[in-house]
């Protein structure tokens, strides 16, 4: 596609409840990225896969929270039990990154699932 | 690990006058991005900077990479509501061939008219 597709593009659900988002990156973006939102505040990092490289999931807040990428493809962002707190909109980034060229860092941000947890 | 920071958190303007954020990395950087988010919108890539002490302007906006490659600003020339938005930027460390960029916290801008 022509950019970063994400869905839902919201979510309400029931505190307790499970829930899975998507994230279609920019084909051939060997790079993504996964933030999360809040109202009003700034990028809140979450994990990061590269290629084949063991994903950095350095951000991600709580053993709830957990995401897969098939190959260089779709994402999912899993979040088990859900709480008031992961109420927020999750922005997924795909970037092309072969560190030897420059101007590969750009990261193209999708348009984010908002996500209300009642 | 890598902390990049951000000042101010905010910035209230009257339009016309100028504003400027400062973006200040814990390590050198190989390269550092500028981003702005509309209201209700998602962060867009504005420029790249890569060399040290390289200067890139896009009409009103000035973007200064510093001479250690450690500190970045973004400079807005006579402010106009359209600038309105969170202004981000993000950093690779240089010494990494396989780590993530890491953003700011951004510096949201208000601009009355």
């Known amino acids: 596609g022509a950019g970063v597709s994400q869905s839902p593009s919201n979510k309400v659900t029931e505190k307790g409840k499970d829930v899975e988002l998507r994230c279609d990156p920019i084909s051939g973006h060997t790079a993504l990225y996964w933030y999360r939102q809040r109202l009003g505040q700034g990028l809140e990092f979450l994990i990061y896969f590269q290629g084949n490289s063991a994903p950095d999931k350095s951000g991600l807040p709580s053993d709830r929270f957990s995401a897969e990428r098939t190959g260089e493809s779709v994402s999912t962002l899993t979040i088990q039990r859900t709480q008031q707190e992961d109420s927020a909109v999750y922005l997924c980034?795909?970037?092309?990154?072969?560190?030897?060229?420059?101007?590969?860092?750009?990261?193209?941000f999708g348009p984010g699932t908002r996500l209300t947890v009642l | 690990g890598q902390q990049v920071m951000q000042i101010p958190q905010y910035q209230h303007v009257q339009e016309g006058e100028d504003f400027t954020t400062y973006c200040n990395s814990s390590t050198t950087l190989s390269n550092i991005q500028w981003y702005k988010q509309r209201p209700g919108g998602h962060p867009v890539f504005l420029i790249q900077l890569v060399k040290s002490g390289e200067v890139k302007k896009q009409k009103r906006l000035t973007f200064q990479f510093g001479e250690a490659k450690k500190n970045s600003s973004l400079h807005i020339t006579a402010t106009q509501t359209t600038d309105v938005g969170t202004y981000f930027c993000a950093g690779r460390s240089y010494n990494t061939n396989a780590g993530k960029s890491t953003f700011g916290d951004g510096t949201t801008l208000t601009v009355k008219p």
């Open positions: 980034a795909s970037s092309l990154e072969v560190i030897s060229v420059l101007g590969t860092d750009t990261q193209y």
